[in-house]
Structure formats: C-alpha cells, structure tokens
C-alpha cells in the first residue's frame, strides 16, 4: 500500500524547537524531545529534525540533541543542517538517525551527493531545496541556501532533477514565500518538481488547513506533507490530519 506520510517538522535552533514565518521571526515553541515523543506516539508516519543555523553559524549538527530526540521516539528521523562531510553523516547515522537531509553543502558541491549515495545508500539521502519566486528562474522558482539567505540563480526544478541524477532518494521542497504563512504549501512549485522527478517529495512550507494536505497531495502531487505551525500549536492532531485524508480517499496508515 502507497501510504501517504504526515511529518512533523521540528525546527532547532540553540537546541530549542521554534517556529518562523518566511525563515525568520522565529519563536520558541519547545523541546525538541518532547514535541518529537508526542508526535511519535500521536501516530505521525516521520519526523524531521532541521538545526536551522548550523550552516550559518558554519557548524556542524548538533548530536547531543539529536540523540536526546532519538532516545524518545518510535519513528524514523532525518536530520538537516549543516551537514557536510561523509564524516557528519556517518556520525548521525551511527547516533541513530534514518535519512540525513542535504541543503547547502549539496549546491556547492553536488559530487557530495554522489559520494553520500555511495558511501550509505540513496535511501539514507533526502536533498533539502529551500526555494522563493523569481522571475529569473525558466521554472518561476530559484534555489536559496544558507537558511534561505543566498540566493543561488540555480532553477529549482532544474536542480532537483540533477539532484535525482545522483540517486538521492527523497526530496525536502519548502517554499520560503509560503513557509508559516498558513495559507497553504506552493502547489505550483511543489508540482513542478514532483512531476519533473520519479523519487518522493515530501511538500513544505504554508500548511495552515487539513484541505493544504489534500491540496499538496492532489494537486501538488507530492508523497508526504510536512507540517509545524498547525502541529506545534495544537491546530490539528495526527490522528485529525490522517483521518481528513482517509476521508477524502488518500490511503494513510492510521
């Protein structure tokens, strides 16, 4: 059965779980740990662990948190940021972490991809594609890295189907115009590149609705949905999202 996943995304920064709008304003809303361990027993299918500042603050993850999140749940994890090396991989990895998501390093160095494919497998590798507008782009959508603040001039559809090229095995899309706007993901921007490629998408950035995870699914074409705002201020539980699904005929594991 093709299961639809619903995947907490857990925004960390100095070890604390927040939340933004548009990347930045962001708030503290927790501990990583915890909100991880509600959401692993609440029935979410994944999570995401994003240290947001790692790359600007040109560091690598940090373990220690990571870890303490692992300890506390029952679900697959990926962990982004500032990830660099086959060495920072190979350190999450042996912590315990299921995928690892590569934004940055990946775009200034795309054999990295190859080399991480390689050495652990396309399944252990999500590439993470922070994107916004621009009428620069032939697709209306440009890569930005460095947490969403440079931008690349690289088109994103164009980057994603060279990053499957690789062999990664899943790809992060998230909108900066539509992160925690709650108005719903980038529909355009998901489709175009979950129809330009063959592997996962997972949707992100702007779900604010149960009908934006419907939408993201339909109409963006994409594998899973990402959620924080509607997740982490208690606007929906799991279980509501996956039943809203089921309910309109998208096969989840409830």
């Not at 621009?134 to 697709?139: E, F, G, R």
């Not at 603040?149 to 909108?175: C, H, M, N, Q, Y």
Request: charged share 25%.
């Amino acid at each position: 059965m093709n299961y639809r996943r619903i995947v907490p995304c857990l925004d960390v920064k100095n070890g604390r779980l927040v939340k933004g709008v548009n990347f930045v304003d962001l708030k503290d809303v927790g501990d990583p740990a915890e909100n991880g361990a509600a959401y692993s027993e609440a029935g979410a299918d994944e999570l995401v662990f994003l240290d947001i500042t790692a790359t600007i603050e040109k560091r690598k993850t940090i373990v220690d948190a990571v870890k303490k999140t692992i300890e506390r749940i029952t679900i697959p994890l990926t962990v982004g940021g500032g990830i660099g090396t086959i060495e920072n991989i190979q350190e999450l990895l042996d912590a315990g972490v299921s995928k690892v998501s590569i934004n940055t390093a990946a775009v200034h160095n795309p054999d990295f991809l190859g080399d991480a494919v390689q050495a652990f497998g396309g399944e252990k590798i999500t590439v993470a594609i922070d994107t916004r507008s621009s009428n620069d782009a032939v697709s209306g959508f440009e890569v930005m890295i460095n947490g969403g603040r440079t931008p690349t001039g690289i088109d994103a559809v164009e980057w994603a189907k060279k990053v499957e090229g690789f062999g990664v095995g899943t790809l992060l899309p998230t909108s900066m115009d539509a992160d925690g706007t709650l108005a719903g993901y980038d529909i355009p921007m998901t489709r175009a590149i979950a129809d330009a490629v063959s592997i996962p998408v997972i949707a992100s950035g702007g779900a604010g609705t149960l009908e934006h995870l419907l939408e993201a699914i339909k109409e963006g074409h994409a594998d899973a949905v990402l959620v924080a705002s509607i997740a982490h201020f208690g606007t929906f539980t799991i279980r509501q999202m996956k039943e809203y699904l089921r309910d309109n005929e998208i096969s989840v594991n409830l």
